[in-house]
């Protein structure tokens, strides 16, 4: 989905795509885009014993943005 959303970006702004996402990821305080893993790590924490004790909280995955 970022790759056709980076394409569409560099087309209006008639620049390259290399440099909106140098320009996405220089947003992120983590310095990286996020990936898939990302989430799935946060689910797999929730669904195990760790997180036994967490209750209706909203947890953020953005690399701190």
């Known amino acids: 989905m970022w790759d056709l959303i ?3 970006v560099a087309r209006l702004e008639r620049t390259l795509v290399e440099s909106v996402k140098t320009r ?5 305080p983590l310095g ?3 990936q898939p ?10 669904a ?3 997180a036994s004790y967490i209750t209706g ?5 953005c690399g701190g943005i």
């Open 6 to 8: 980076d394409c569409e």
């Open 24 to 28: 996405a990821v220089e947003g992120i």
């Open 32 to 34: 990286r885009i996020q």
């Open 37 to 46: 893993e990302d989430i799935a790590n946060m689910v797999a924490f929730l």
């Open 48 to 50: 195990s014993s760790d």
């Open 57 to 61: 909280q909203a947890l953020n995955v």
